[in-house]
């Protein structure tokens, strides 16, 4: 954004230049050529007046070493023309083409030339200046100089080279003034941007600092720092009120679980049917609280990541869980790279890798297979688990992670529907996500994304 204002900026900046820099050297070009042709007119009305006085043969040798001193004195080549443009004298031939100048033929006409608007440096061309020659009122030649440019060019591209020069020093001022406001203006909107992916990535303790800029955005600041404030109330009390309901819950449950065990030896017959039910909804409400338990530490952890060995910690979990998929006859495999290194929370990676696992071998058919894949993909460490149960249908795909969310045709597994989104809370506060994909043919692909180190993300862009 700070370019694109920049680049506006100095879009106006420079039409403004534009506008004032280009009349202001045509204006000293005509100034620098209208100069130099009231001199010439000058000495051109001179020289018809004494081209007036000539009136005979005999007077021509004058005239003409009149016009040569001058040419000799200035460079300028002057003559005497008569009515028919031929020349009569003249301090060095001015061509036979010099009848044709349109200075010389309104001067024939009886009309002083006028001058031209400006003379650019690029235009070699002389600055003829003519003027009629008059006996008693009428136009019998005309004086004529023909001076060279070279040096009212020199002027002209001189001044137009300061004009350039000031309007550069002019960009390059707005250019830095320009990007210093920018910066000014946007400092507050970039230290938002940053901060507001800090709270979304968990970190409810960010908050932007006095960064300055224009009176609204730091307005904007207040109320967004007072807004993460509310939030973070809201959010700790949520938590915690999970947390604790979850924690007090679980005394009187486990009482309450130990009662009625005590109590299956006086129960008769036909009631230990319903006896083992209570029981078993009670050892699952126990389940639901631990998870949620589990729930709330897992989304106020704040440990640092660090930079560890995927494969590694992935060897490590497989052999945690081979007893438990070896009961049901499920093969566990790795797959993939060794070397891939992740920039995650060990313990809360290694919890959210157990959540997906639980699930690959709790859906998998007896005799199944999962595979742990580890790889990379553009910009994360990528750890993908393959299994080959029934699979999700599409529409259900986007409510994985959902709490207590289950598909209705997974109801007879045993769960709570509090796994992966404890494990999309794990992955949360390093970072990292989870998305899931139906196989081609059979079964579930999981990936967890996990961040690359921070010297790997440099070396990547």
């Known amino acids: 954004m700070r370019a694109r ?9 420079a039409c403004l230049l534009l506008a004032l820099s280009v009349p202001l050297a ?22 018809a007046g004494l081209a007036e006085q000539a009136t005979t043969d005999v007077d021509l040798p004058w005239l003409a070493g ?20 031929a020349v009569r004298t003249g301090s060095s031939p001015p061509g036979p083409s010099i009848a044709a100048d349109p200075a010389v033929r309104a001067a024939l006409a009886g009309r002083r030339s006028e001058a031209p608007r400006w003379v650019a440096p690029w235009q070699p061309e002389p600055l003829v200046v003519a003027v009629p020659v008059l006996r008693a009122g009428d136009v019998v030649g005309a004086a004529v100089t023909i001076s060279p440019t070279t040096e009212l060019r020199q002027r002209v591209a001189w001044w137009w080279a300061l004009v350039a020069g ?13 990007s210093r406001l920018a910066r000014w203006v946007l400092r507050p909107v970039h230290d938002l941007d940053a901060v507001a992916h800090d709270i979304a990535q968990g970190r409810f303790d960010a908050r932007v600092g006095d960064a300055g800029g224009p009176p609204e955005l730091r307005r904007l600041t207040t109320s967004f720092n007072d807004m993460a404030d509310a939030v973070q109330t809201s959010w700790q009390r949520q938590r915690s009120f999970v947390s604790d309901a979850s924690h007090q819950l679980r005394n009187p449950l486990s009482a309450l679980l130990l009662r009625q065990q005590a109590l ?4 008769p017959p036909e009631l230990r049917e319903d006896w083992a039910s209570a029981q078993e909804e009670g050892r699952r409400l126990h389940r639901v609280l631990d998870e949620l ?32 998929a070896g009961q049901r006859g499920i093969g566990l495999e790795r797959t993939g790279a060794d070397d891939v290194r992740g920039f995650a929370d060990p313990t809360a ?30 910009e994360d460490a990528v750890i993908t688990v393959l299994d080959e149960g029934p699979g999700l249908a599409a529409d259900e795909l986007d409510r994985i992670g959902n709490r207590f969310w289950r598909s209705p045709r997974h109801q007879n597994v045993e769960g709570s529907g509090l796994g992966v989104s404890i494990a999309k809370a794990l992955l949360a506060s390093f970072g990292g996500a989870l998305e899931a994909r139906n196989r081609e043919r059979r ?8 961040p690359v180190p921070p010297d790997q993300r440099l070396t990547s862009r």
């Open 66 to 85: 009149e016009l040569a001193r001058y040419q000799q004195v200035y460079g300028i080549t002057a003559a005497v023309l008569d009515r028919d443009g």
């Open 349 to 378: 990676l290694g919890s959210a890798l157990d959540a997906v696992l639980d699930n690959a071998i709790k859906f998998s058919p007896e005799g199944g297979r999962v595979v742990v894949d580890v790889g990379t993909s553009d």
């Open 166 to 178: 000031g309007a550069l020093v002019a960009v390059v001022v707005c250019t830095l003034l320009t």
């Open 26 to 47: 045509l204006s000293t070009a005509a100034r620098e050529t209208e100069g130099v042709f009231l001199d010439r007119l000058n000495d051109t009305e001179r020289f």
């Open 293 to 324: 338990l589990a729930l709330a530490t897992a989304e106020q952890s704040v440990s640092p990541p660090a930079e560890i060995s995927l494969g590694d910690l992935v060897d490590e979990r497989i052999a945690s869980w081979q007893p438990a």
């Open 5 to 13: 204002i920049t680049a506006l900026l100095l879009t106006l900046v």
């Open 443 to 450: 079964g579930l692909a999981v990936a967890v994304r996990v």
């Open 264 to 267: 299956e030896m006086d129960l």
